[in-house]
């Protein structure tokens, strides 16, 4: 029975199914596709320094370990 919950009004159901996610084909069709990343104006580089925290624009890192990042370490980055 489905029952509706601000009027209480139900009807029979026709099936056990009370909710079915149903994705758009095109997304399917898209996922895993990363060819066009690099040229996506939306997704850019990280906006702070993951060796000291700052704003990526920071140039008060003495040193980088081998796991930290800076601006420099994304001078000729592509993603193709």
């Known amino acids: ?3 509706c919950r601000t009027c209480h009004v139900g009807e029979p159901a026709t099936s056990y199914c009370v909710y079915q ?3 758009n084909t095109q997304v399917g ?3 895993g596709v990363t060819q066009d990343v ?3 104006p939306t997704v850019c580089l990280p906006g ?3 060796h000291c ?3 990526i624009t920071c140039f008060v890192c003495d040193s980088s ?3 930290s990042l800076s601006e420099e ?3 000729g980055f592509s993603l193709a």
């Open 53 to 55: 925290g700052e704003e």
């Open 38 to 40: 690099g040229s996506d």
């Open 29 to 31: 069709d898209t996922a």
């Open 65 to 67: 370990s081998e796991d």
């Open 48 to 50: 702070f320094c993951t």
């Open 73 to 75: 370490d994304y001078d």
């Open 1 to 3: 029975m489905f029952t």
């Open 21 to 23: 996610n149903k994705l």
